[in-house]
C-alpha cells in the first residue's frame, strides 16, 4: 500500500541505500527464516534421538570409521 512505500522510502533515504535493496535484504531474511521452520522439525527428531541413543567420543567415531 502507498504508507507502506513511503515508509520504505523514508527508511531507505535515512540508511542511504536503495529501496529496492532493503526489499531484496527482507525477502533474503524471509526465505532463511522459511528454511529455518522447515528444518525444527528435523533438528528436534535429532535431538531427541541423541536423549535416547546417546552420543560417541570422536575417538570412537574415528576407529569405527
Given at each position: 500500500?502507498?504508507?507502506?512505500?513511503?515508509?520504505?522510502?523514508?527508511?531507505?533515504?535515512?540508511?542511504?541505500?536503495?529501496?529496492?535493496?532493503?526489499?531484496?535484504?527482507?525477502?533474503v531474511?524471509?526465505?532463511?527464516?522459511?528454511?529455518?521452520?522447515?528444518?525444527?522439525?528435523?533438528?528436534?527428531?535429532?535431538?531427541?534421538?541423541?536423549?535416547?541413543?546417546?552420543?560417541?567420543?570422536?575417538?570412537e567415531?574415528?576407529?569405527?570409521?
Amino acid at each position: 500500500d502507498e504508507n507502506t512505500y513511503t515508509h520504505l522510502k523514508v527508511e531507505a533515504a535515512k540508511r542511504n541505500m536503495n529501496a529496492s535493496d532493503i526489499v531484496s535484504e527482507a525477502v533474503v531474511e524471509w526465505i532463511e527464516s522459511q528454511e529455518d521452520l522447515e528444518l525444527s522439525p528435523l533438528i528436534k527428531s535429532s535431538q531427541e534421538e541423541t536423549k535416547e541413543k546417546g552420543t560417541k567420543l570422536w575417538k570412537e567415531l574415528k576407529r569405527d570409521l
